[in-house]
């Protein structure tokens, strides 16, 4: 009978940000349709041109989705009975926007949007700009501690480990974690108070080796 060793090996990183990923959501209001579009499309040049001044260019801001939708508003009637009632469109324009991590830089963009007017709502989150480079890290982690703990097993139960015979790995681990913050321009534009955790993340696979 073949004697193997099966181990599985785990592979973690702490490691500290690199990248600021801000998504801004820009929210139009208007009972007609080709207002609410105007006003979209005003608060989008405004956001646009402050960043513009805070030194971001305008290829940078990309957009992640724009979305129409209608408005209903559940009024009574003279007999108490509630109703439906239309009361305008709503146009969401989310976008992205991508740079190191600079606090900085990033708080000149937060006052740079508080002052545009446009009043956008987005979220921070700060991450690892090479996550592949992560994950071949966390990988090769993975197989080194695999290899120790199973030369461990094998000399205490008096053998030695002989050829690999399989590697057993199945993609489903998240990429590496990212931390962030919720917020409104104007209920925030001094970036001094935020302080980025470390990015933690893990990747395992198993490991079969021959017994001699």
Same mark, same amino acid.
């Given at each position: 009978?073949?004697?193997?060793?099966?181990?599985?090996? $785990?592979?973690? !990183?702490? &490691?500290?940000? +690199?990248?600021? /990923?801000?998504?801004?959501? #820009?929210? %139009?209001?208007?009972?007609?349709?080709?207002?609410?579009?105007?006003?979209?499309?005003?608060?989008?040049?405004?956001?646009?041109?402050?960043?513009?001044?805070?030194?971001?260019?305008?290829?940078?801001?990309?957009?992640?989705?724009?979305?129409?939708?209608?408005?209903?508003?559940?009024?009574?009637?003279?007999?108490?009975?509630?109703?439906?009632?239309?009361?305008?469109?709503?146009?969401?324009? $989310?976008?992205? !926007?991508? &740079?190191?991590? +600079?606090?900085? /830089?990033?708080?000149?963009? #937060?006052? %740079?949007?508080?002052?545009?007017?446009?009043?956008?709502?987005?979220?921070?989150?700060?991450?690892?700009?090479?996550?592949?480079?992560?994950?071949?890290?966390?990988?090769?982690?993975?197989?080194?501690?695999?290899?120790?703990?199973?030369?461990?097993?094998?000399?205490?139960?008096?053998?030695?480990?002989?050829?690999?015979?399989?590697?057993?790995?199945?993609?489903?681990?998240?990429?590496?974690?990212?931390?962030?913050?919720? &917020?409104?321009?104007?209920?925030?534009?001094?970036?001094?108070?935020?302080?980025?955790?470390?990015?933690?993340?893990?990747?395992?696979?198993?490991?079969?080796?021959?017994?001699?």
């Amino acid at each position: 009978m073949e004697r193997t060793i099966t181990v599985t090996g $785990t592979g973690r !990183l702490s &490691l500290p940000p +690199d990248t600021i /990923q801000m998504h801004l959501t #820009l929210t %139009a209001k208007h009972p007609e349709y080709a207002a609410a579009m105007q006003e979209a499309d005003r608060r989008f040049a405004a956001l646009q041109t402050a960043l513009g001044d805070a030194g971001i260019p305008a290829e940078q801001l990309r957009t992640e989705h724009y979305h129409v939708d209608t408005e209903y508003q559940h009024l009574p009637d003279e007999n108490g009975n509630y109703r439906q009632v239309f009361t305008g469109y709503i146009c969401r324009h $989310t976008l992205m !926007l991508e &740079l190191e991590l +600079d606090l900085k /830089q990033l708080g000149r963009i #937060l006052s %740079a949007a508080e002052q545009s007017g446009a009043e956008p709502e987005f979220g921070i989150a700060f991450t690892l700009r090479d996550q592949d480079a992560v994950h071949e890290k966390l990988l090769k982690l993975a197989a080194e501690q695999a290899r120790r703990d199973a030369e461990i097993l094998a000399s205490a139960a008096g053998a030695s480990l002989g050829s690999l015979v399989a590697v057993r790995y199945r993609d489903d681990t998240p990429q590496p974690a990212a931390g962030g913050v919720m &917020l409104r321009a104007a209920k925030m534009c001094d970036a001094a108070a935020i302080t980025p955790e470390k990015i933690t993340s893990e990747e395992s696979a198993g490991f079969v080796w021959e017994l001699i």
